[in-house]
């Protein structure tokens, strides 16, 4: 089956403690992207990658990193966490210019 | 920066009633699409159109793209309860490697 997989799907962890939330891609995808989604803000794109090696910023990039070492992997790292990014976090991948496939989302809490 | 601009912000509708919902947007776009999503879900694809069409159908939804007004609107007729969710716009851009930027949503309702 063609899809997205994140992980975890739900954390709550503590301010500096440094986690990872991985995304991966069975479809052959050039592009992906994670975007955070907070009430009323709608979803607001994190960083994305055009292909393998290629990452950009995207609207809000503070305190997150990531890499593509691979085409199916993109995970996203958050050194040290703070509260202000407790949020439902997506992951997403597409074809050049296509149509994207999301996974479940994951949502995390930062105390 | 967010580049489609949905409207109404939230909208509540009876069953059977059709639901239109706008999308404004600031660039030059290749395509838009509209993206469907249940409280919490992750967002699954509804319609593409590109920039050289001006209307495209999908069983209950109807799409039309306005490139000179800079504006589509996703219409869904007949709705049933099960459309409760909230509908985004993204666009791609027509120049360069830029990625799909969404707008903030449109909450629809439609109560039984």
């Known amino acids: 089956e063609a899809q997205v997989t994140q992980n975890p799907r739900y954390l709550i962890t503590v301010t500096g403690k440094k986690l990872t939330v991985t995304c991966s891609q069975n479809m052959n995808h050039e592009y992906m992207s994670w975007y955070r989604q907070d009430p009323g803000l709608g979803l607001r794109q994190i960083y994305y990658s055009m292909n393998v090696e290629v990452t950009d910023k995207g609207d809000v990039p503070e305190g997150y990193k990531v890499s593509r070492k691979e085409k199916r992997n993109f995970p996203l790292i958050l050194e040290s966490p703070s509260p202000n990014q407790t949020s439902l976090y997506f992951c997403?991948?597409?074809?050049?210019?296509?149509?994207?496939?999301f996974g479940a989302g994951s949502r995390l809490t930062v105390l | 920066s967010q580049q489609g601009e949905e409207d109404p912000q939230a909208l509540s509708i009876q069953e059977g009633e059709n639901a239109t919902m706008n999308c404004s947007y600031k660039t030059s776009i290749n395509n838009l699409q509209w993206y469907r999503q249940n409280s919490g879900r992750g967002l699954v694809h509804l319609i593409l159109i590109r920039s050289n069409e001006r209307e495209k159908h999908s069983g209950r939804l109807r799409v039309t793209l306005d490139t000179s007004k800079k504006s589509s609107s996703l219409l869904i007729t007949a709705s049933r309860a099960a459309d409760t969710a909230s509908y985004f716009c993204a666009t791609v851009r027509n120049s360069g490697n830029t990625p799909l930027v969404f707008g903030k949503g449109t909450r629809l309702s439609v109560i039984a």
């Open positions: 997403a991948s597409s074809p050049e210019r296509g149509v994207l496939t």
